[in-house]
């Protein structure tokens, strides 16, 4: 999988806020998105894995269904408040 830079769309959609400095990549809230709107994203440095989180891939699929947030044990990701 390619690095992707860390922008603001992809960490957010109408209806949940990622916070990537507190996903452990444990990977359970993409197992439970029905609609694969989050993905994973490797950071590498000199073919170094750096960083390793979820990020927004496809933020039109987000249905707001809350999955993720349920999935996720460590606060990484919440209701989004504009």
Excluded: R
């Excluded at 609609?35 to 891939?57: C, G, Q, R």
């Excluded at 039109?60 to 408040?81: P, V």
């Amino acid at each position: 999988m390619e690095s992707t830079l860390l922008k603001d769309d992809n960490t957010h959609t109408s209806f949940v806020q990622l916070n990537v400095y507190a996903c452990t990549a444990c990977w359970e809230c993409i197992n439970m998105c029905p609609n694969k709107a989050i993905d994973k994203s490797f950071l590498f440095s000199a073919n170094t894995l750096i960083n390793e989180h979820v990020l927004i891939y496809n933020a039109s699929k987000c249905t707001g269904c809350l999955n993720c947030i349920q999935a996720c044990s460590f606060d990484a990701i919440s209701i989004y408040k504009q």
